[in-house]
């Protein structure tokens, strides 16, 4: 009997050490997009994708207003095998990315200002079709 009660607060006590919950991950990524005012977040955990098929892809869609600046940014979990990449598009296409295909480059955030209100389109995938778990950020900057 001692064991069993032994192994069950070992196991609790490890438990929550052990794993960033989606909440926590939203507050600590919250907490990285400097001056801007947090507005929404998307929270993604996506497998891996299978051989021979696309990379699984999380799409959230919202009305964005325009002379306005927005920053999104993206926060991955601890755990996540992949790293994430946020991208913003609008009726004609991809329009922002923390991604940049040329350099290879990955950051935190961009910042992007919207020059006409409508409807617009936020994809999260992860590198080379990880699996993955993360956070995006959508926070508002100022009027233009």
Request: hydrophobic share 40%.
């Amino acid at each position: 009997m001692r064991r069993l009660i032994a192994i069950f607060f070992l196991v609790a006590a490890v438990t929550p050490l052990s794993s960033q919950t989606l909440e926590q991950l939203v507050n600590i990524c919250a907490g990285q997009i400097g001056d801007a005012t947090y507005l929404r977040d998307f929270q993604v955990d996506l497998d891996a994708a299978e051989p021979g098929h696309q990379a699984p892809v999380a799409r959230y869609s919202m009305v964005l207003n325009r002379n306005t600046q927005y920053r999104i940014a993206i926060c991955n979990s601890e755990t996540s095998s992949g790293r994430g990449i946020i991208q913003l598009y609008d009726n004609r296409g991809l329009i922002g990315s923390n991604y940049s295909e040329t350099t290879g480059e990955f950051y935190n955030y961009f910042d992007i200002q919207i020059q006409s209100s409508g409807v617009y389109h936020i994809f999260i995938s992860f590198e080379d079709g990880r699996a993955g778990t993360a956070v995006g950020i959508l926070s508002y900057v100022k009027r233009l």
